[in-house]
């Protein structure tokens, strides 16, 4: 039960990164089409802090679930 528990929450915290990229994206596109330099300045910014943000939660959690995976595989 709690394992199947911790990989469902890891699973579901993956997916939450993956949303917040996809926003950081979305975000970034949309910087582009935005008229005023101050107003653009500050979109960008703020999208690539949610992508780099985002991408690097997603990349720990996978990390960590093929660190307990190898140490299951190897307990038996």
Known sequence: MFRTFWWLRQIIL???????????????NAAYR???PFSFI???FASNLI????ATLI???VLRMIKVYRILKEDG
């Open 14 to 28: 993956i997916l939450a990164g993956c949303f917040f990229l996809a926003f950081g994206i979305h975000i970034l």
């Open 34 to 36: 935005l008229t005023d």
């Open 42 to 44: 500050m979109a960008f």
């Open 51 to 54: 992508i780099l943000i985002s």
């Open 59 to 61: 990349l720990g959690f």
